[in-house]
């Protein structure tokens, strides 16, 4: 059965830091770009970061550059997100999303996984 | 970066109604338009990709069709179960935004 399943949410101060972890099964991941989207309480969805299948292409949001880095383990079939100096304004729910094809250009997004909720609050 | 303007924002219509939703993007991305489904507390679900084909298992009510800056939603006959909110999203360049989303509910 293909999956994604988050992982690492929760309460954090803000300034601090959480690192978000995506384990894959059912599906060759090292074949796949891989993307993080992210959903404020009551908003719309926010496209957040990609890696390509090979690591070759990386791009983020400018709303989260130079705070989160997006990074892959190929022999864990594992997807990252380091975020760091988070603000008020990154709470959300975070989806790991599959990428159809291994570049992310011109691909879609056909696996999500459940969701993790990162709140960013005193 | 690419703006993706969707309209209405929300809508009401009746079991049985045909109901489009547009998007339209700030500058041309060919056919690289995806649309997603979202219910309320699960994740999206990917319903029509490169604007026109309809992705594995999802009812054919559902249909896409566009190019360019424009692109619409269609469902030929809505039912109960298509109470949802609707995403387009573009995937030609990043960031890769998605529309602002079409609540759609049974009147």
């Known amino acids: 059965?293909?999956?994604?399943?988050?992982?690492?949410?929760?309460?954090?101060?803000?300034?601090?830091?959480?690192?978000l972890s995506c384990a894959a099964s059912g599906f060759p991941f090292s074949s796949h770009a891989l993307h993080w989207v992210r959903q404020a309480p009551g908003k719309g969805l926010e496209w957040v970061a990609i890696i390509s299948y090979?690591?070759?292409?990386?791009?983020h949001a400018d709303s989260v550059k130079g705070r989160f880095t997006i990074s892959r383990d190929n022999s864990k079939n594992t997807l990252y997100l380091q975020m760091n100096s988070l603000r008020a304004e990154d709470t959300a729910v975070y989806y790991c999303v599959r990428d159809y094809y291994g570049s992310g250009s011109y691909g879609y997004f056909d696996i999500w996984g459940q969701g993790t909720l990162v709140t960013v609050s005193s | 970066d690419i703006q993706m303007t969707q309209s209405p924002s929300s809508l009401s219509a009746s079991v049985g109604d045909r109901v489009t939703i547009t998007c339209r993007a700030s500058q041309s991305i060919s056919t690289y338009l995806n649309w997603y489904q979202q219910?309320?507390?699960?994740?999206?679900?990917?319903?029509?990709?490169t604007a026109s084909s309809l992705q594995s298992g999802v009812?054919?009510?559902?249909s896409g069709s566009g190019s360019g800056t424009h692109f619409t939603l269609t469902i030929s006959s809505l039912q109960p179960e298509d109470c949802a909110t609707y995403f387009c999203q573009q995937s030609y360049s990043p960031p890769f935004t998605f529309g602002g989303g079409t609540t759609v509910e049974i009147k």
């Open chain 1, 1 to 19: 059965q293909v999956q994604l399943a988050e992982s690492g949410g929760g309460v954090v101060q803000p300034g601090g830091s959480l690192r």
């Open chain 2, 39 to 49: 219910k309320p507390g699960k994740a999206p679900k990917l319903l029509v990709y």
């Open chain 2, 59 to 62: 009812p054919s009510r559902f």
């Open chain 1, 54 to 59: 090979n690591e070759n292409s990386i791009y």
